[in-house]
T-cell receptor
């Protein structure tokens, strides 16, 4: 069954702790993205990556870090420097075919709460 | 900069009526314009998309129109039904330093009134 999987579905973090959200895809997609969604708001881009060992900051990268050691994996770490991390996090992937953009597939999301 | 503006932020229509959501984008090089639907607590899913060489695309009750000159595109839902209630997002890709950045609008919460 192909797709993009995020884990965990719910995550609780104490203030001052780093936490890592997992994102795995078996679609053989080149590009992967992390978005943050706050209640009643849109999808804001945190980081994105088009190839292994390379990634770019999005619009709200401060307090977050990522890695892309394997094509199928793009974990997101929420560091203690992120002052307001409580949100719904969505991972997505797309296939790159030169100049033609293709459909983005989303994971089921991780809801992170700071306690 | 790379920007996608979406309007309105909320929209309520009577069941059976039509709904229209509009987006504008900033980069004239963008060539792909998808629309996603997100139901409560679920992941966004693609409902329709259009490429820059086409002006309109239809799929049953939904359609998307594109005006490249004005840099805007719209989602049209006809004969609305209760299951159309959801948040809808438009998106556009922006090419930056050889990397493609997929940027979304701020979303429209559509409510269908029975």
């Amino acid at each position: 069954d192909g797709g993009i999987t995020q884990s965990p579905k719910y995550l609780f973090r104490k203030e001052g702790q780093n936490v890592t959200l997992s994102c795995e895809q078996n679609l053989n997609h080149d590009a992967m993205y992390w978005y943050r969604q706050d209640p009643g708001q849109g999808l804001r881009l945190i980081y994105y990556s088009q190839i292994v060992n390379d990634f770019q900051k999005g619009d709200i990268a401060e307090g977050y870090s990522v890695s892309r050691e394997k094509k199928e994996s793009f974990p997101l770490t929420v560091t203690s420097a992120q002052k307001n991390p409580t949100a719904f996090y969505l991972c997505a992937s797309t296939q790159l075919t030169g100049v033609v953009t293709t459909e983005a597939f989303f994971g089921q999301g991780t809801r992170l709460t700071v306690v | 900069g790379e920007n996608v503006e979406q309007h309105p932020s909320t929209l309520s229509v009577q069941e059976g009526d039509s709904a229209v959501i509009k987006c504008t984008y900033s980069d004239s090089a963008s060539n792909y314009f998808p629309w996603y639907k997100q139901e409560l607590g679920k992941r966004p899913q693609l409902i329709i998309d259009i490429r820059s060489n086409v002006g309109e695309k239809k799929d049953q009750r939904i359609a998307v129109t594109l005006n490249k000159t004005a840099k805007h595109f719209s989602l049209h839902i006809t004969e609305t039904q209760p299951e159309d209630s959801a948040v809808y997002f438009c998106a556009a890709p922006f090419l930056k330093f050889g990397n493609e950045k997929l940027t979304f609008g701020t979303g429209t919460r559509l409510t269908i009134i029975p």
